[in-house]
């Protein structure tokens, strides 16, 4: 027996004649009825996330800590309700939930911009900082000076760390005060708007008068083979090519239709699969680590930099690649079912 419960299923465990699964808080109510309050649940969110964020201007620590967990906040509320709106779409007004939900998607990807660049640049110097240590690297992770395991990354290492801070501080200030210019936007507070009013008011279709069990179960259930067929469709271990960036491109599809399936379940379980947690966090993983080595790799063709400056930044490039890889062996050795299309035994 595979473990989940309820949860994501296998390839072959699904047929053409089997219904969804439906979950008994949905079983007798109408959809209007579920998906409604989630839905004013999460604007509920939004608002009150947006007013903390407001009320934390002050420009110390203290303030700023409370202004990214207040952004942090409202880009967790936009996925969700955009997610929602997405995939349960039928049961909602189409041109309004398509509306709101592309607007959702602008916000959060302008908020999410200076978060990942402060991210990734600790990721990479710590990286540095471990690569031009004392610990000692698989040889496969060096390729440098015979017999010491290590790089020689030197003076090199220091004027990386530099380049890369240099750049990536001026792209995460760019973002933050993109991010502002976005808050204090007429586009913004159109949103604003509709979210405030999604808080009272949920603008359901006449189907959402119908039976939650086949208008909310059955776009879950297909939201979850989406992301069953994508995980069978990703590359096996032995065809990965680990410094192939063109192959990262099925593994972030692959962690959207995730955080898809996991929103869709939330709303018909009321809670997300618990047995995905380790799989999506292994995919986030893959995605910081893939940013990242790209983020050296930019570095690296920075023009008229030192050799030195270049090799490092090169390391670098290679041990994010390397935890590109280690991240999709977390992925399949978590993943709770068939990773290529074959059931585990």
Same mark, same amino acid.
């Given at each position: 027996?595979? *473990?989940?419960?309820?949860?994501? =299923?296998? *390839?072959?465990?699904?047929?053409? %004649? $089997? ?24 604007? %509920?969110?939004?608002?009150? #996330?947006? =007013? ?52 959702? #998607? ?28 004392? *610990? ?57 708007? $509709? ?34 067929? $994508? ?27 995730? =955080? ?31 940013? %990242? ?49 074959? %059931?585990? #035994?």
């Amino acid at each position: 027996m595979t *473990p989940g419960g309820a949860g994501v =299923r296998r *390839p072959d465990q699904h047929t053409q %004649a $089997a219904a969804p699964a439906h979950a008994p808080g949905i079983t007798g109510v109408s959809a209007g009825s579920v998906l409604g309050p989630y839905l004013r649940t999460q604007a %509920a969110d939004f608002l009150r #996330s947006l =007013r903390l964020h407001r009320e934390s201007t002050a420009p110390t620590d203290a303030g700023s800590r409370a202004a990214e967990q207040a952004a942090t906040a409202l880009r967790r509320s936009s996925r969700r309700i955009g997610a929602t709106l997405r995939t349960f779409r039928t049961a909602l007004d189409p041109l309004w939930a398509e509306q709101l939900r592309t607007e959702l #998607s602008w916000l959060s990807g302008t908020l999410a911009r200076e978060h990942a660049y402060a991210d990734r640049l600790t990721r990479l110097l710590e990286a540095l900082h471990g690569l031009s240590g004392d *610990p000692v690297l698989p040889a496969a992770r060096t390729g440098d000076t015979p017999g010491t395991g290590r790089p020689v990354l030197g003076v090199g290492a220091a004027r990386a760390g530099a380049l890369l801070e240099r750049q990536l501080t001026l792209a995460r200030t760019r973002a933050h005060s993109a991010a502002l210019q976005a808050l204090g936007s007429a586009r913004f507070h159109a949103v604003a708007d $509709a979210v405030a009013l999604l808080a009272s008011e949920v603008p359901l279709s006449p189907a959402a008068a119908g039976p939650a069990g086949e208008l909310l179960a059955e776009p879950a259930d297909r939201a979850e083979q989406r992301l069953l067929g $994508a995980v069978a469709a990703l590359p096996s271990d032995e065809s990965a090519e680990p410094y192939n960036e063109a192959h990262d491109a099925p593994w972030h599809q692959t962690r959207l239709l995730l =955080r898809l399936h996991r929103y869709a379940h939330e709303v018909v379980h009321g809670a997300p699969d618990p047995v995905l947690a380790a799989p999506g966090h292994a995919l986030d993983l893959h995605r910081d680590a893939a940013e %990242a080595a790209g983020a050296a790799a930019s570095a690296a063709r920075t023009p008229r930099i030192a050799p030195a400056t270049a090799y490092a930044l090169g390391v670098l490039h290679a041990d994010q690649r390397h935890e590109v890889e280690a991240a999709r062996t977390l992925f399949r050795a978590s993943w709770p079912y068939a990773t290529t299309g074959a %059931a585990r #035994s």
